[in-house]
């Protein structure tokens, strides 16, 4: 493990998810290094730890058992100190109502779950070479939903 | 309340009358003065008689003195002497009248004075004579003398005498000139007055019995339209009461009577009698309202729960109004209705509006969230099946290779499925919010959505300049899409799609089977196509979900499409039809409210 790999953290529940998601960033050709939390309150306590090492990019779902992926995004923007983490939701819904709450919530990325890992890998990239000082500096409607 | 009839006459004939009495008071008065001046005149008449006979009488004693006198002398028979002796007393007692009836007059006390003295010498010259005249004092010539100095003087009383009469003569005429100036009233004046004054109290007359005619002609009207009214309170279940706020009296209609379970005219209402009417719940409130009424002069609609003797319940809507009538008198208004039976149907509408509002948000949010859930295990099975695909295909036998296209043929069917059942129920729930939209642009738009499909195909579209509405604009553009979607998808084979719109602004009574006739202009926005059509007798279940008139094999499609565009219309209140000749093409119509 390189010490210049990006430090990603993806909250699900859903162990197959998680496994796509480790597939894909295993055959992205970028240094990562990912974590997993199993539910929205794993998530906060590893976050509110005060030693804890911050992720470069936090994937977030929305549908969790315990603490839901928005309740945690309305949390961490609270936190001063976790506030500025780039957060991507990683959500089954495409409903508009969720782009909507997460758009005006301060999510930088909102990213439909693919069904296909093809897409998945492609995705991954994307966000990946997002420069993301600009996209924070330029956040719009528009491209918030992510497409390919 | 026109039919009110004006009364004015009333005025006019106070004014005949009030002129009618003072013409009488003046005639009254003016026979009254002549009636006094009359009487005036015959007293003074009898005054003047009166003196006229005192001063005869004066004369004829004097003359009876003489005459007595005078036989006397002839005969010297002492008999002859009595009237002389008497004729002093009845001259003095004449005298004694005249100065009265004279007192008035200082003029003709003068000249009675002077008579007096005139008849004192009469008297001397009569008792000189008698003296020369005895045998003893006999004096031829001085009793010559006397008897001619009697003579002169007994002239000169004559005289003295009428110049008295013609004095009370003169002064009498001159008091009957100025009677007859004052009462110069002739009498044509006097008639002609009197009937003018019975002209007016006939005029009086004619205009009240005229009046009466009217009066009854309105109070039959006025019967009829009470009548009337009581019947349709009956009907209309509703009632009114009057509240003389100067008199604190209270009238209550017939139907109010019923309306508070009693026959009409059952009690004597006052302010407090309704208030026991009221349930126990509304009372403070009532209470209120009704002391609002006398501040406010007025009262806004009140619903409230009555309780009737038999412990009824009856649901109440009353208002009022406080009336001016002409004569200035305040009279509060107020209609209660009985809104028992709408407002008990209210109630079951409410609980039965509320019960389907639950059942519709439970079915929205079950489709929701069976859409949601669904496609999580669908997106699973797809992503595994491209992994499968990618890495194991090579080393897979031609049966399995065969079973896992279908297993993703049928997966990717499945999520178009859910994909435009999520779109239907999104279609449904979300919130409308309606914006005044250019349609062009909206059409434009779902234009550059189905690009890649019209450039493949070839289709060629024409439109035209399309309204600015007030609409939920992702819905039209939507709407556009599967129109021109549908067009696309069911062209002819060997022909290019060729789709036209047209837009008409029309209006609803061009189609009255069709559209709400309580709206007056639609917009017609026509979608033509030279596609393949459909049997015309399917033209209204196209729009029904899940109706499909082609196997899934020939087009793909979920038979969601067509029913997503009639909802989207509806929410618009407006219409979609469709016709089609098989072959040559499909015409969809939709009818927007302008």
Redesign the interface.
């Known amino acids: 493990m390189q010490k210049n790999a990006l430090h990603i953290l993806l909250a699900d529940d ?1 162990e ?2 998680r496994l ?1 998601f480790k ?1 894909a960033f295993e055959e992205v050709k970028v240094q990562t290094k990912v974590e997993f939390a199993f539910d929205g309150m794993q998530l906060m306590e590893y976050l509110t730890q005060p030693d804890a090492k911050l992720p470069d990019i936090l994937f977030l779902d929305l549908n969790m058992p315990k603490k839901t992926g928005k309740e945690c995004l309305a949390e961490i923007k609270q936190n001063e100190r976790l506030k500025n983490i780039i957060i991507a939701i990683y959500s ?2 495409s ?3 969720d782009i909507e709450d997460t758009f005006v919530q301060g999510a930088n990325i909102y990213i439909k ?6 897409d ?1 890998k492609k995705i991954i990239n994307e966000v990946l070479t997002v420069n993301w000082h600009y996209q924070t500096s330029g956040l719009n409607r528009d491209n918030f939903l992510l497409r390919l | 309340m026109k039919w009110i009839p004006k009364f004015n006459s009333s005025n006019s004939l106070r004014v005949i009358f009030v002129i009618a009495i003072f013409i009488l008071l003046f005639l009254s008065s003016i026979a009254y003065k002549h009636n006094r001046d009359l009487n005036e005149s015959s007293k003074l008449l009898m005054h003047n008689y009166e003196i006229n006979i005192q001063l005869e009488r004066l004369m004829s004693a004097i003359k009876d003195a003489e005459t007595g006198q005078r036989g006397y002398i002839i005969t010297r028979n002492s008999r002859f002497l009595s009237p002389y002796l008497f004729s002093r007393d009845k001259v003095n007692t004449s005298f004694i009248a005249l100065r009265k009836l004279t007192a008035d007059n200082p003029k003709q006390q003068q000249n009675l004075q002077r008579l007096f003295k005139l008849i004192i010498l009469r008297f001397a010259s009569f008792e000189n004579c008698l003296k020369y005249s005895e045998p003893a004092t006999y004096d031829k010539r001085k009793l010559d003398n006397h008897m001619f100095g009697g003579r002169i003087l007994m002239e000169n009383i004559r005289f003295q005498v009428d110049e008295m009469n013609d004095i009370e003569k003169k002064y009498l005429q001159k008091r009957l000139k100025i009677y007859d100036q004052e009462t110069s009233l002739g009498p044509v004046f006097s008639i002609s007055l009197f009937l003018a004054a019975m002209t007016f109290i006939l005029l009086a007359y004619r205009q009240i019995s005229k009046d009466i005619v009217r009066l009854k002609i309105y109070n039959r009207r006025l019967l009829i339209s009470s009548g009337l009214m009581a019947e349709s309170e009956k009907i209309g279940k509703f009632s009114t009461w009057q509240w003389d706020l100067e008199t604190d009296k209270i009238i209550y209609s017939d139907n109010q009577f019923r309306l508070l379970g009693y026959e009409p005219g059952a009690f004597v209402p006052t302010k407090e009698t309704f208030l026991e009417f009221v349930h126990a719940d509304d009372k403070a409130m009532i209470e209120k309202s009704m002391e609002g009424i006398v501040n406010h002069k007025s009262l806004p609609f009140v619903y409230y729960k009555i309780v009737r003797p038999d412990h009824q319940i009856r649901y109440l809507k009353s208002t009022g109004k406080l009336l001016v009538d002409r004569n200035g008198s305040k009279i509060l208004l107020g209609i209660n209705f009985d809104i028992t039976d709408e407002h008990l149907l209210n109630i079951e509408l409410q609980e039965r509006n509320s019960e389907l509002e639950k059942s519709n948000k439970e079915l929205a949010s079950f489709n ?1 969230v069976a859409s ?1 859930d669904l ?2 295990p ?3 099975i ?2 595994f099946i ?2 499968v695909s ?1 890495a194991d295909k090579a080393v897979m036998s031609e049966s399995g290779k065969n079973y896992i296209s279908k297993i993703e043929i049928s ?1 990717k069917r499945m ?1 178009v499925l859910i994909d435009d059942l999520l779109l239907f129920s ?1 279609t449904n729930t ?1 919130k409308k919010e309606f914006i005044k939209s250019s349609l062009t642009e909206l059409f434009e738009n779902a234009q550059l959505e189905l690009n890649e499909a019209i450039e493949e195909k070839k289709a060629v579209i024409i439109t035209t300049k399309l309204p600015k509405l007030h609409v939920i604009p992702y819905q039209i553009e939507q709407l556009f899409i599967n129109l021109i979607g549908n067009s696309l998808k069911y062209s002819q084979n060997d022909i290019a799609p060729k789709i036209v719109i047209e837009c008409d602004k029309i209006h609803s009574t061009l189609y009255p089977e069709l559209l709400d006739q309580s709206v007056k202009k639609f917009y017609k926005i026509t979608f033509s196509d030279n596609g393949m059509g459909f049997d015309p007798q399917f033209k209204e279940t196209i729009f029904i979900l899940f109706q499909r008139l082609h196997s899934k094999t020939e087009y793909p499609g979920t038979g969601i499409g067509l029913a997503i565009c009639k909802k989207i219309v509806d929410n618009h209140k407006g219409y979609i039809i469709a016709d089609s000749t098989p072959n040559k093409g499909s015409v969809f119509t939709i009818f927007l409210p302008e």
Do not use: G, I, V, W
């Open positions: 859903d197959d998810d796509f597939d089954t819904s409903s508009e109502q779950k693919p069904s296909d890992f093809n998945l | 929701h949601h496609q999580e669908l997106r699973k797809q992503t491209s992994r990618d997966a999520r999104r979300t």
